[in-house]
């Protein structure tokens, strides 16, 4: 299997959108769970969103209702819509998969994941 790549960062305004995309890779289409995650320095990662096998997502507090995790299980890709960015969701992106089953973790956003893709830069002006 391919490790996912992450892509689709960049700089823009605050108020702006970015869409990240995470494959093509199996990982997408056989795993448990799969996960977006940040990590600003100085600052604990952060999961901001998952998405589990049958398509169910969870988003963390600081992005409900502003971000969207979807999956093309067709093109094997996992993707983060952005919207309203704030300068404070400057940062490196990445997507993790994990293909054991862990009950409702991927829910809780509590999953310990085994495979990680290169991270991309997301910079937002303000």
């Known amino acids: 299997q391919v490790q996912p790549v992450a892509s689709g960062g960049g700089a823009v305004q605050s108020g702006g959108s970015l869409k990240l995309s995470c494959g093509p890779s199996?990982?997408?289409?056989?795993?448990?769970?799969m996960g977006w995650f940040r990590q600003a320095p100085g600052k604990e990662r952060e999961e901001v969103a998952s998405i589990d096998y049958a398509g169910r997502t969870s988003y963390a507090d600081s992005v409900k209702g502003r971000f969207t995790i979807s999956k093309d299980n067709a093109k094997n890709t996992l993707y983060l819509q952005m919207d309203s960015l704030k300068p404070e969701d400057s940062t490196m992106y990445y997507c993790?998969?994990?293909?054991?089953?862990?009950?409702?973790?991927?829910?809780?956003?509590?999953?310990?994941?085994?495979?990680w893709g290169q991270g991309t830069q997301v910079t937002v002006s303000s």
């Open positions: 199996e990982y997408v289409t056989s795993t448990y769970c």
């Open positions: 993790a998969a994990e293909s054991i089953y862990r009950g409702p973790a991927c829910m809780s956003r509590r999953v310990d994941f085994t495979y």
